[in-house]
């Protein structure tokens, strides 16, 4: 009986829809892990590209985002839990576990990046070679038993920036294609250097000790009951948590002063440099701070892998890093935790595209470059009034 | 050490050198013309190698045993092929992308760099295992003391040297190249002259990917191996040479070349360590350069315009 129209949002649940998108992509990825045989993955990967296209098209994406925006602590949470639960549902599958792991550890790595690449625009093509610094620490610390193993994560976050320190001149003088072949240098460098060191294994690379938490050894499976439990399931929630930590710290940066100095920086240095930002203070930062993240992500990456050598980390691997930030979408946490997926789990699902998996992406970001150079989620403008609607 | 070695190691350096100075021209001249970096210029240059491979079993199969024809034959199709390829690149994948962010360029050539490398990996016969390039040129030597004087490696030097010469003088002395510089310079002037700026891209493009054939066939016929991974390694000193030398300018690429050239060879003859880590020690001379001279040797001009 009243003629004010509340807004649509004070009418429902807003936050049902996205609550929904959350639950469904939990079951969804379910489903992919379990699926064997290729038929069912391809009916899969089938279903997500028609229900993407027609969430796109029906307008429900923006929908989604919009609710999210307006709610988005309740949904992160939930979607943690959906993780969480995730893990435990599958918790006799070493395999899937191991694939969520490594997504996990991709997407806190494309997040580093992300700081870099998506926030300052300051160019990394050095990615695996931070991500390897983190992984070389973990194997040389972890022989060192007094050294508490959460500790080792710490370390390695701490070293792969110590190497980076060299690099900061170089960075912070330089810009554009002359920023971009300093860190291919190094990542070529520090690849040639594991390879023809013989303290650290050479080409043949290093055992690493599993990660021990409390006196618990990560290498031994849980046990409850008579029920069957993968010692993945460990590393699976470990990586949930380091997740789940960076991707807080990311959007409270991103909200903060520094992240809107990076922004600035990012769209124009000169502009930014008149209103008083320190441009190499605010790169400096974030070059540091994108490789802690790397370094510490690659230090669990290489305890659950349990070896690593020189090969894991080449320009390549570099590559597949950038191409998972590009996918996302510069700058867009949850745009990289799905581009993380797509590139770890479909090469993993379909085996015979296993062989041809740099092709394959390759190819799939030159065709994101030349038709959506935005990236599949892409970041939207910084809004400093999130209940305000723009667009009734 | 004794003169031989040095002389050796000398020879050595100066044909590395003049092989990284044709692979840094082509970048210096693509940024040149569009201020971009074709990054898959190595794997443009590892396809050529291919290409001219191929012609030789070709060649082989039609019973064309001659070395010089067949080595002519070899070079007329790598550098063609080449050729088309890079101003097909152009066409498609650089030109469409001009107006977003030099990063998305810079991308996508990179991206095609690992398609290409991958896709003669896959799709070669036996495409993953080194392949034995012929030994075309004459393997006679000149001893010297104890050092030996290789005659394909004086004639790969030369006809190398002789090629950055005559793309100097195409560059300085032609039409063609008066127009290359023209749009270099000013690209709209350029247009509002008269000159057709596509095609003048793409010629570019061409002469620059044609010149890197040319670098991957001396590294064939020198090493006598080739390998689907030789253009990521290649391109990437080429691209540092370039950038050390100082982008957009022909001499710095030359210089850039040499220099790298000069540093892989201290590397692995004076420094005290094994000479496995000549790269580690050229690529770290090269980012304490870019420190030290953040736009290259011979800085190009620009300036900063709000």
Redesign the interface.
């Known amino acids: 009986m009243t003629d004010i129209s509340l807004p649509q949002s004070q009418l429902s649940r807003p936050w049902i829809s996205a609550a929904a998108v959350i639950v469904a992509a939990g079951l969804y990825s379910w489903a992919l892990l379990m699926a064997e045989e290729t038929w069912q993955v391809l009916s899969l990967l089938v279903l997500a590209v028609v229900a993407t296209g027609v969430a796109i098209k029906t307008g429900f994406v923006r929908r989604v985002e919009r609710d999210w925006a307006a709610s988005e602590t309740r949904l992160n949470r939930l979607a943690f839990a959906v993780l969480i639960g995730l893990i435990l549902v599958l918790s006799g599958s070493h395999f899937a576990l191991l694939m969520i792991s490594t997504v996990l550890l991709y997407f806190v790595a494309s997040l580093g990046l992300n700081i870099q690449f998506g926030f300052t625009?300051l160019?990394n093509?050095a990615g695996a070679a931070f991500f390897g610094a983190g992984a070389y620490t973990a194997a040389v610390l972890g022989n060192v038993a007094e050294i508490p193993p959460l500790l080792i994560l710490l370390a390695g976050g701490i070293v792969a920036m110590a190497i980076s320190l060299?690099?900061l001149?170089?960075i912070v003088?330089?810009?554009?294609?002359?920023a971009?072949?300093?860190t291919?240098?190094?990542g070529?460098?520090f690849r040639?250097?594991l390879?023809?060191n013989e303290i650290l294994g050479g080409p043949q690379g290093l055992m690493v000790n599993s990660m021990k938490l409390f006196g618990w050894d990560f290498f031994n499976a849980p046990s409850l009951g008579n029920l069957e439990i993968s010692f993945y399931v460990n590393y699976a929630l470990l990586a949930a948590g380091l997740a789940a930590l960076v991707f807080v710290l990311f959007r409270r940066l991103e909200r903060s002063w520094i992240g809107l100095h990076m922004d600035a920086v990012r769209l124009?240095e000169?502009?930014a440099a008149?209103f008083g930002i320190s441009v190499k203070r605010t790169k400096i930062l974030a070059f540091l701070l994108g490789n802690v993240i790397l370094g510490v992500s690659g230090a669990l990456y290489g305890m659950m892998i349990s070896f690593i050598a020189p090969a894991s980390f080449t320009?390549?691997d570099s590559?597949l890093l950038?191409?998972i930030v590009?996918l996302g979408g510069l700058g867009s946490p949850w745009g990289g935790a799905i581009a993380a997926a797509i590139v770890v789990l479909l090469p993993e699902k379909l085996q015979l595209l296993q062989?041809?998996r740099?092709?394959l992406?390759?190819?799939l970001?030159?065709l994101v470059?030349?038709f959506r150079?935005e990236g599949i989620l892409p970041r939207h403008l910084r809004n400093f009034f999130p209940n305000r609607r723009t667009d009734a | 050490m004794d003169l031989g070695l040095i002389a050796q190691y000398l020879a050595n350096g100066i044909l590395l050198g003049t092989m990284y100075a044709l692979v840094a021209v082509g970048f210096t001249l693509f940024?040149g013309v569009l201020d971009v970096?074709k990054f898959s210029h190595g794997d443009v240059l590892m396809l050529g190698t291919f290409i001219g491979f191929t012609a030789w079993l070709g060649l082989e199969a039609i019973g064309i045993v001659n070395p010089w024809i067949q080595l002519a034959g070899v070079l007329l199709c790598s550098l063609a092929g080449t050729a088309l390829i890079g101003a097909a690149i152009a066409n498609w994948?650089i030109l469409?992308?001009k107006k977003?962010p030099?990063?998305?360029t810079?991308?996508?050539t990179?991206?095609?760099g690992?398609?290409i490398r991958?896709?003669v990996r896959?799709f070669y016969p036996n495409g993953s295992n080194p392949k034995a390039f012929p030994a075309l040129l004459p393997d006679a030597s000149v001893e010297i003391g104890s050092f030996a004087l290789r005659a394909d490696s004086v004639i790969l030097v030369v006809s190398g040297l002789g090629l950055i010469g005559l793309l100097n003088l195409v560059i300085n002395r032609t039409r063609l190249g008066l127009a290359i510089r023209a749009v270099a310079q000013d690209e709209e002037t350029a247009r509002t002259m008269g000159i057709n700026y596509t095609l003048v891209v793409l010629a570019t493009f061409a002469i620059g990917s044609g010149v890197a054939a040319f670098a991957g066939i001396m590294n064939g016929l020198y090493y006598n191996e080739i390998n689907f991974g030789m253009g990521?390694?290649l391109g990437?000193i080429g691209?540092?040479a370039a950038?050390i030398g100082g982008?957009g300018n022909l001499y710095g690429a030359i210089l850039g070349g040499f220099l790298f050239a000069g540093l892989q060879v201290i590397g692995a003859a004076l420094l005290p360590f094994?000479s496995?880590?000549k790269?580690?020690f050229a690529?770290?001379v090269?980012?304490?350069l870019?420190?030290w001279k953040?736009?290259?040797l011979i800085p190009e001009r620009s300036s900063?315009r709000?």
């Open positions: 625009g160019v093509f060299p690099l001149i170089p003088r330089t810009t554009g294609h002359y971009a072949v300093v291919i240098a190094f070529v460098l040639t250097f390879e023809v124009d000169t502009a008149c320009f390549s590559l950038v191409s590009l062989e041809y740099f092709l992406f390759s190819i970001v030159m470059l030349l150079p | 940024f970096i994948l469409p992308l977003a030099q990063l998305n810079l991308l996508i990179l991206m095609l690992t398609a991958e896709a896959l990521l390694i990437l691209f540092s950038i982008l094994a496995a880590y790269d580690v690529f770290a090269v980012i304490a870019m420190a953040p736009t290259g900063d709000v």
